[in-house]
């Protein structure tokens, strides 16, 4: 039990649609990170969320976007999405800084696009 | 470029038997180097990390990692595998504020 909870765990949806995707963290992780994995892949960093503000953003096209709050919860929202999208999509949180930070990672939403 | 590289897609053990999964990186500064493990349907677990000193590092569930710097490796090893041990294992590189991640080794263990 990592006390990080991501919904829903699954999503079906059709190419051009917009999704969001929620993440709660444990009380107190103030740093939230968002991972897109897809199948056979290991996961790549979309960006991390630090006190509300993005403060760092992977190899990922501006609609996937993120917001954090501050009841420690998070949301990756992608807009127009593609074929490609189709991935399980990871949140990690945690409380301490890079490095000495211990993610803890989410079960993840499996999202697929038709 | 940053890159973190496990060369075996897919690994079978036999229960008792030994393990080691291979990784290899690449990274221009002193990496901060993790071992993660993903059991069906669950996200990432820390098993163990290096970030400088001994490097021979010791985690979760008898698991350990060398560290070989003249190599640019950070194999993981387990001198005696346990059939819930079966799952997918990622090494991944600290890079800033974020981790990349391997293309994963997939473990099975025969009973």
């Known amino acids: 039990e990592t006390g990080v909870t991501q919904s829903p765990t699954h999503l079906i949806k059709t190419r051009g649609q917009q999704v969001t995707l929620r993440c709660s963290s444990q009380?107190?992780?103030?740093?939230v990170s968002w991972y897109q994995q897809a199948l056979g892949q290991g996961p790549q960093f979309i960006f991390q969320?630090?006190?509300?503000?993005?403060?760092g953003r992977g190899n990922f096209p501006p609609r996937f976007s993120g917001l954090q709050f501050p009841n420690y919860s998070s949301e990756l929202n992608v807009n127009a999405l593609e074929l490609d999208d189709s991935a399980l999509y990871l949140c990690?949180?945690?409380?301490?800084?890079?490095?000495?930070?211990?993610?803890?990672f989410g079960s993840g939403t499996q999202l697929s696009v038709l | 470029a940053q890159s973190v590289t496990q060369p075996d897609i897919h690994i079978t053990v036999s229960e008792g038997a030994s393990l080691e999964l291979r990784c290899n990186y690449s990274?221009?500064?002193?990496?901060?180097l993790f071992w993660y493990v993903q059991s069906p349907g669950q996200g990432l677990q820390l098993l163990l990390k290096?970030?400088?000193?001994?490097?021979l590092v010791q985690g979760i569930k008898g698991f350990e990692a060398e560290f070989k710097r003249s190599q640019s490796s950070f194999n993981l090893r387990k001198p005696s595998v346990h059939w819930s041990d079966a799952a997918e294992y990622f090494c991944?590189?600290?890079?800033?504020?974020?981790?990349?991640f391997g293309t994963g080794t997939r473990l099975k263990v025969l009973a």
């Open positions: 991944a590189v600290g890079a800033t504020y974020k981790y990349i």
């Open positions: 290096y970030f400088s000193g001994d490097t």
């Open positions: 990274y221009g500064a002193t990496p901060y």
């Open positions: 009380s107190g992780h103030n740093t």
């Open positions: 969320y630090y006190r509300e503000e993005e403060n």
């Open positions: 990690a949180s945690s409380s301490e800084g890079y490095p000495n930070e211990k993610l803890f």
